[in-house]
């Protein structure tokens, strides 16, 4: 599975913006998705996941209710729409692959098999 993430950009706090993973590879439809951040000078961290067919996600405390993932199988795409960001949300945002979600909890990233190369969401105050 090939990852590419898009849609990051600059927007002031408060606003919205829409992350998109293309993925390439037969195998997508079977892997559980998620979106990791990394901040300046921070490690990276779990932000969402998704199952395989879309019927569970989970979120880090800090975007609950902000944040919602979805994905199109027939599309190959999962979406990470982000609303009433936060300077704190700037960060490199990475979409990733995993074979299983944990269920009710964080899938830790060395779960996860394959990894985009990240887009920059920068929030101004």
């Known amino acids: 599975v090939q990852l590419q993430a898009s849609g990051g950009g600059l927007v002031q706090a408060g606003g919205s913006l829409r992350l998109s993973c293309a993925a390439s590879?037969?195998?997508?439809?079977?892997?559980?998705m998620g979106w990791f951040r990394q901040g300046p000078g921070e490690e990276r961290e779990f932000v969402a996941s998704?199952?395989?067919?879309?019927?569970?996600?989970y979120y880090a405390d800090s975007v609950n209710f902000r944040f919602t993932i979805s994905r199109d199988n027939a599309k190959n795409t999962v979406i990470l729409q982000m609303n009433s960001l936060k300077p704190e949300d700037t960060a490199v945002y990475y979409c990733?692959?995993?074979?299983?979600?944990?269920?009710?909890?964080?899938?830790?990233?060395?779960?996860?098999?394959?990894w985009g190369q990240g887009t920059l969401v920068t929030v101004s105050s």
């Open positions: 998704i199952s395989w067919n879309g019927g569970s996600t």
């Open positions: 590879g037969r195998d997508f439809k079977s892997y559980a």
């Open positions: 990733a692959a995993a074979p299983f979600m944990r269920l009710g909890g964080v899938t830790p990233d060395d779960e996860f098999e394959y």
